[in-house]
Every structure is written in structure tokens, then in C-alpha cells.
């Protein structure tokens, strides 16, 4: 059987796939998360959660603190290369920090996601960190 063709794939395209990956797994734990017993109800009641009551400013808050990784998948392709280097080292701690404070007294499928969140936060640090030299 022939070996199939690989390729290096380059560390802003690495990148870009992690913070895509991060994204939907962030998705699909905020839509899971609308299945757990009386969570409609809490948003219907006008609760957003551990943040208190769903104001205009919190919504803001939120949507500015999930734009970021979104950004994110853009800015590690189109950033000069030492800006992307540093954005994907500070914004990937920040973001594995974030997780890991939101995860105790969390559902289980919230903790399973929350683990592949980190791994895939730290894979960011590790891969942008690493980033190859020019020489």
C-alpha cells in the first residue's frame, strides 16, 4: 500500500484550526446547556446566569469576551507574524484561565468540554510559542 502524501501544515493555519475547533466546542456547550432543567426558564426570567440579570452591558460583555477567539481564526492568519505570535500566547492563557474558573460545580458534559477547551487553549500557547524562526 502507498504511503499517502503529507504535508507541513503552517503554524498560522495551526492555529486558526485550533481557535476554530475552540469556538464550536464553546458553542456546543452553551446549546447543551439550554437543555438542563429550568435554564429556559431562567433566560425567559431575564437571569443570565452566575452574571445576574440579562442586561444590555452583560450581553455586551459576553458578546466582546466570545468575539475574541472568533477574531481570533482571522487574526493568526492575518497579523504580522510576532503580533500573531504574542495574541495566540496571552489570548490562549486567558482564554485556558477563563474555562478553568468557569468549570466548578459544572454538568459533566460541560467538564468534558471544558477539558478539550483547555487542551485546545494550551495547544494554542504551545503551537504559537513554538513558532519557527526565520535563519
Do not use: H
Request: charged share 10%.
Amino acid at each position: 500500500m502507498a504511503a499517502l502524501q503529507d504535508i507541513k501544515v503552517p503554524v498560522r493555519l495551526r492555529l486558526a484550526g485550533l481557535w476554530t475547533s475552540l469556538m464550536f466546542c464553546y458553542v456546543y456547550g452553551d446549546y447543551f446547556g439550554l437543555y438542563g432543567k429550568g435554564k429556559l426558564q431562567e433566560m425567559m426570567d431575564g437571569s443570565f446566569g452566575p452574571l445576574g440579570p440579562t442586561t444590555a452591558g452583560v450581553l455586551v460583555g459576553v458578546s466582546l469576551m466570545m468575539a475574541v477567539p472568533a477574531l481570533m481564526v482571522f487574526g493568526s492568519m492575518a497579523l504580522p507574524a510576532a503580533a500573531s505570535k504574542w495574541a495566540n500566547v496571552v489570548l490562549g492563557l486567558a482564554y485556558a484561565a477563563i474555562m478553568v474558573l468557569t468549570m466548578p460545580g459544572a454538568p459533566t458534559f460541560y467538564l468534558t468540554l471544558g477539558v478539550i477547551e483547555v487542551a485546545l487553549s494550551l495547544a494554542t500557547v504551545v503551537t504559537a510559542w513554538r513558532w519557527p524562526k526565520v535563519g
